[in-house]
């Protein structure tokens, strides 16, 4: 495992982090609480030292689940979460559905309260604006907030985790240029570059770091899946469409060669195509298994991607890996 600095901070993260949200959510399937304790437990072992999880994660399980499970390791790990939506609008019923948000000072408070108790913390380690819309990031407020919180110690960084048609690029950018967040989380892959690669430009121009989620394009460049593949019950994957899946399979098998004859896993390649990336602080997999785990923590360890490899890879996103665009 390698290491990488946040930006304006003495904070070190391993390159690959472990998402909390594949294993407290529900949206990956169940996980018992001995089960996903045993997953971050492994984590720790492997090297993997950063944690991104979100105060809306199964009603704080998320947070909950790390303080279980890091007992006496607290000192060795650096724990991203995120606040901004509302528990109390939370019903515990399934579904894809937005939850509203509160910007408020006070609310604000009252959540950075509760997340340091779940996490048995005094600080937190980085505390995302979880899925913000320009409200949000024009709200003054709010911005004042957090800088109040950092001066009195509950706070040692912050940022946005911007999520997908519910608040991306515009609200990115204006984080970036005019609140000058020093973190940005994005959802970012070999095969879904937009909007990243612009929010990955204006990080360069502010000099923020960037955490990268779903690397893996929800699992396909893990590179197991076919045109006949089906989820189960529970995983969020069975309310895609046919046509995502036969789509991304066919693009996948053009980047086959970035397995280079087992020298690195096509998952493995995937996390370093993000890591050729100087800005990109961690990326969090969505990790949901022993064997898996074990495969993308070595990922910073096998050979990186040469300059070669990387244009092709590029030349290949332009030409949208062969396939003819739809009409």
Partial sequence: MRYRKLAGTDLKVSEVGFGVWTISAGWWGEYSDEQAIALIRQALDLGITFFDTADSYGYGRGETLLTRALEDRHEEVVIGTKFGYDPTGQTGERGQRELPQNW????????CEASLRRLGRESIDCWQLHNPKADAIANDDLWRTLEDLKREGKLRTYGVALGPRIGWLDEGLRALHERRVPV??????????????????????????????????SGLLEGHFTAETTFPEGDHRRHRSHEWLVDGVQKVEQVRFLEQDGRRTLGQAALQWLLAEPLVASVLPNIYDAQQLAEFAAAPDVPALTPEELRRCDELYRANFGLVAAV
């Fill in 104 to 111: 408020s000072p006070a609310f604000v408070r009252r959540a």
């Fill in 184 to 217: 940005v989380q994005i959802i970012h892959n070999l095969l879904e570059q937009e909007p990243g690669a612009d929010l990955i430009a204006a990080a360069r121009e502010t000099e923020a770091s960037v955490l990268v989620r779903v690397p893996h394009s």
